[in-house]
């Protein structure tokens, strides 16, 4: 930078004041403290072919950088709770459709990483073991309809296929638009209800073959079902 003043060119950076250092140094008396966040440009003053003189502008920025700090630190605080959501999300940008960000769940649940999945078409990833429920959330979709709890059977990298409750809606941040996806895992639920479903029917036919009946006795209101 030195060199580029002594050839006569303007420097432009930034730098933080920190007047507890001042106050250390000794430089100057002041009643302030805390630090400053200054934008400098120096300009070269020039006569002849010599520089005889600098022409620095100050601009303070410090509530421009908190602002950024603010900022960050909520972006920070909302991909943080995007990765620890207990439900599989995928986050994915429009009109591309194409991957920007998956949860860790989504991760444990169908086994694809982060790495593997990121900036790739959300169709070329193998998550659908039946094809009509995809088919039927892009029709919503068309439709601007929100989806919510759609019925899906999807299928994880080592080809295992599991049944969820897939809800979706489209969002915009600034000038883009994205689509978040959550997938509520409902396997183990699904296959409670086809066990029971089979046990009742069993149930049934051993009634019917033992020539059996069974009733309800209500205590209550003193009558049988």
Not at 15 to 24: S, T
Not at 194 to 212: F, H, V, Y
Not at 220 to 225: A, P
């Amino acid at each position: 930078q030195k060199d580029a003043l002594r050839r006569g060119r303007n420097i432009h950076y930034e730098i933080e004041f920190d007047f507890e250092k001042v106050k250390a140094l000794n430089l100057y008396k002041t009643w302030k403290s805390g630090v400053l966040h200054l934008d400098l440009l120096i300009t070269p003053m020039v006569s002849t072919e010599s520089v005889v003189g600098y022409l620095v502008h100050v601009r303070d920025i410090t509530h421009r950088k908190e602002m950024e700090e603010t900022v960050r630190a909520s972006q920070e605080f909302l991909k943080k709770l995007f990765h620890h959501s207990p439900l599989p999300t995928i986050l994915i940008k429009l009109p591309e459709r194409t991957v920007v960000d998956v949860s860790t769940a989504f991760e444990e649940l169908f086994g694809y990483t982060y790495d593997e999945v990121l900036g790739k078409p959300v169709s070329g990833i193998d998550i659908w073991a039946d094809r009509s429920g995809h088919q039927l959330m892009l029709d919503k979709f068309m439709g601007n309809e929100r989806v919510r709890e759609l019925d899906i059977e999807f299928k994880t990298k080592s080809g295992k296929t599991g049944y969820g409750l897939l809800s979706a809606e489209i969002f915009e941040q600034t000038t883009n638009q994205y689509t978040l996806v959550k997938i509520l895992d409902i396997t183990d639920r699904r296959w409670m209800e086809k066990r029971l479903t089979e046990t009742n029917e069993r149930l049934s036919l051993a009634q019917q073959l033992a020539g059996a009946g069974i009733w309800d006795w209500d205590i209550v209101g003193v009558y049988l079902n």
